[in-house]
């Protein structure tokens, strides 16, 4: 990538044989700032940029927009610690979404110490045997969560429909409980 002032010395400066001092004089910009533009130690402001632009006949916008496409290619920073908004947001909604049902789980536990956490209601799904512990969990899982709020949870985890079939299956089979029409219906295709 050229650098600005390296396109406009090949395209008037050289060919015009203008001299640094003569830049300095007609622009009325400093030899220190006309060297470090030169030297790429510098690049153009909005008032470099328009003081050349009046003097070659361009526009200003052209010199910034070159400045800006050099400058963007010689960033080499990343900014790794910067998240994009859609992935906080993702993140942040899932964990709404979490907090949602294991408030309607939990509330009716008194012992804090006994709540289920985040991870307990995402084992819940994902792991291939249903462990004994997360059984009141579950029955108010299907017993008081809304069917929408469940799915949605599904959704943001990429739960599968053949796990939340087995966590069903399981809560129908335990309690001895009544078919829900909803997922029944979301169970069809399998």
Request: some cysteine; overall charge negative; glycine content about 2%.
């Amino acid at each position: 990538m050229i650098a600005p002032i390296d396109f406009i010395k090949e395209k008037y400066i050289i060919p015009n044989k203008i001299t640094q001092d003569e830049l300095c004089k007609s622009l009325d910009i400093g030899k220190r700032t006309i060297s470090e533009l030169y030297q790429h130690k510098r690049g153009f402001t909005i008032h470099t940029a328009k003081k050349f632009a009046k003097f070659f006949n361009i526009k200003p916008e052209f010199i910034l927009m070159k400045q800006l496409e050099y400058d963007l290619a010689n960033d080499k920073e990343e900014y790794l610690d910067v998240k994009p908004f859609e992935v906080i947001n993702e993140e942040e909604n899932r964990l709404n979404s979490a907090k949602w049902i294991l408030a309607t789980i939990n509330n009716s536990i008194s012992d804090k110490n006994m709540h289920y956490s985040i991870d307990d209601l995402y084992q819940i799904f994902v792991s291939n045997k249903i462990d004994k512990k997360y059984n009141y969990a579950i029955a108010t899982l299907f017993k008081e969560v809304s069917y929408e709020d469940v799915v949605k949870y599904c959704k943001l985890y990429e739960i599968k429909k053949n796990d939340i079939k087995r966590v069903y299956d399981y809560y129908l089979e335990q309690f001895n409980a009544k078919a829900i029409k909803e997922y029944e219906w979301l169970f069809e295709e399998l």
